[in-house]
């Protein structure tokens, strides 16, 4: 199992009867940095890239609504999140001034789906523009007295989101609050946010578990394949340097990825964006393993001649088998990122069915020839196969 860091932090948000109602997630260093010191956009981005990407076995916080800070030039950016609309509650923060470019962004999210919290509100008319794109209040009540919030309430009467109070640290502040007419509570009298450990897909290694998907679908969808492989530039480039290379030679240059996925057809592009992918995200040795393994389950696959037998997907069952030494990460946990069938999964996790029964023998045969141990007992076809699969192999890896 890889090593993990922190990838956030989460602190539930009750109603008043001490139901579970939501999550905050807030940002996390390795390093031990603030959000104020690696900049709120960073900070924003960082948690969402983590709460996307990040490979933990703590996912429960990850069913539930998630309220999430986000800095003004992100919201300015129109980047938006990558994340459905009603799973998310953004939060705006006091540091975020309410210009009319931030108003004008806020209106466009809205627009979108999303929900916003004004955060620790210390209901300065400067935003009042924003309330009517507000779902929540958020109230520090370590920083107002109880006569002070019920002022402020009874001001904003006309408010038709829900109410919270946060650092909340004790029954009589909750129960003072409660009074009010305050509906949500976050606090150490709850609890204290939780530190979420795991580890962290890079990028790439995200876009190649996105695209590979895509690639080992029954009847792949080519236009939304192309729009994949476009988002990763190295993937891209890669495939344009080969499909224009003297291997696949052309009447004139291929410059469009979608031309490229016609040129090669879809066995081809699968095998060589395995073997970029891995490249990019693993060390030579560890693609090399992993993709003579895949390699040689095609194989097998293939002499079965069978209806019940895909040798591409048999090839897919040999590269998820390796994706935790490419990758280094834990093999269940990448493959919540990934939706596989349950025979994919039973053919990895246990050498199970007629896939399972190639990688077991591809397995033996990796060993056998890494160790140079009884290779005298094998069958003589099966040992030229795999090193003739080797050989194809370390050709590829000489093209790229």
């Avoid at 960082?46 to 990850?62: D, K, M, P, R, S």
């Avoid at 004790?170 to 409660?178: G, I």
């Amino acid at each position: 199992m890889a090593e993990t860091f922190p990838l956030l932090a989460a602190q539930p948000i009750y109603d008043n009867k001490n139901r579970f109602y939501a999550v905050e997630l807030l940002y996390r260093s390795a390093l031990n940095l603030t959000a104020e010191t690696v900049g709120d956009t960073a900070a924003t981005s960082e948690v969402v890239f983590n709460l996307c990407a990040g490979i933990t076995t703590q996912t429960e916080q990850y069913d539930a609504t998630a309220f999430i800070n986000v800095s003004s030039e992100f919201l300015v950016s129109q980047s938006f999140l990558p994340i459905e609309p009603d799973k998310v509650v953004i939060e705006l923060v006091e540091r975020i001034k309410p210009t009319r470019a931030v108003v004008n962004a806020v209106a466009r999210w809205y627009e979108k789906g999303f929900r916003f919290a004004l955060d620790d509100f210390e209901f300065d008319p400067a935003w009042e523009p924003l309330l009517k794109y507000a779902s929540y209040i958020k109230v520090d009540v370590s920083t107002l007295t109880l006569a002070q919030a019920k002022a402020f309430k009874q001001k904003l009467s006309g408010f038709k989101g829900k109410w919270l109070a946060e650092r909340v640290e004790d029954e009589a502040t909750k129960q003072a609050y409660e009074a009010l007419g305050f509906e949500l509570f976050q606090g150490y009298y709850f609890a204290k946010p939780t530190v979420v450990y795991g580890t962290r897909l890079e990028p790439s290694s995200l876009q190649l578990a996105k695209v590979l998907s895509l690639c080992f679908e029954k009847e792949p969808d080519l236009t939304e394949l192309s729009q994949v492989i476009s988002e990763d530039p190295k993937l891209s480039v890669s495939l344009l340097k080969i499909v224009n290379s003297p291997l696949y030679p052309t009447a004139s240059p291929i410059t469009r990825v979608k031309d490229v996925i016609m040129r090669l057809g879809i066995e081809k592009l699968r095998r060589w964006i395995a073997l970029i992918g891995s490249v990019t995200a693993s060390s030579p040795e560890a693609s090399r393993m992993v993709l003579v393994r895949a390699q040689m389950c095609y194989e097998l696959a293939k002499r079965q001649n069978s209806p019940d037998i895909d040798p591409d997907q048999c090839y897919f069952v040999g590269l998820l088998s390796g994706i935790d030494i490419m990758l280094g990460v834990d093999k269940a946990c990448f493959f919540e990122k990934l939706p596989l069938s349950e025979q994919t999964k039973m053919a990895v996790d246990d050498c199970a069915g007629p896939m399972g029964h190639c990688l077991r023998i591809a397995l033996k045969l990796e060993q056998l020839v890494q160790m140079k141990q009884q290779l005298h007992k094998v069958d003589i076809r099966l040992l030229t196969s795999y090193r003739t699969v080797s050989a194809k192999v370390q050709e590829l890896f000489n093209t790229i």
